[in-house]
């Protein structure tokens, strides 16, 4: 169950950037920070990934989807940013997009995609 939870250091970097949510879990730090579920609110709490993925989605308009390579045994990363406002067509512009791949845990492609999606907040100093 602990990889529901984003690592630690992450959780570090996110709180940073305003995430303040309520968490199922905090991090216990007699255990190398390793994430323990427990309803927690305290400043240790540990997020999972799908509260994370949704916070960047409602707070930076950033949207992520991984999915497995079809024949590959691989997963890849796209990152979006959309515009909200409409274009003079109606349709919302994609102000960022970007794609990583070449993972062959789907793990390893949720910490990847969040790096990035820290990375790309920062840069574009919203």
Known sequence: MEDFFIP????LKIK??????????FYNKDDNNKAVVRISDASNSAPTFCQVFRWFRRRFNLHQSIIKHSGF??????IEMISDKKSKIGEYDVIYVTNISGFT???????ACLK???????????
């Open 73 to 78: 045994k691989t997963y890849w990363c796209q």
């Open 116 to 126: 990035k999606m820290i990375e790309i907040v920062e840069q574009v100093n919203i």
């Open 16 to 25: 940073q950037m305003g995430f303040d949510e309520e968490c199922f879990g």
């Open 105 to 111: 845990d789907y793990n390893d492609a949720e910490i």
């Open 8 to 11: 630690y250091k992450l959780s």
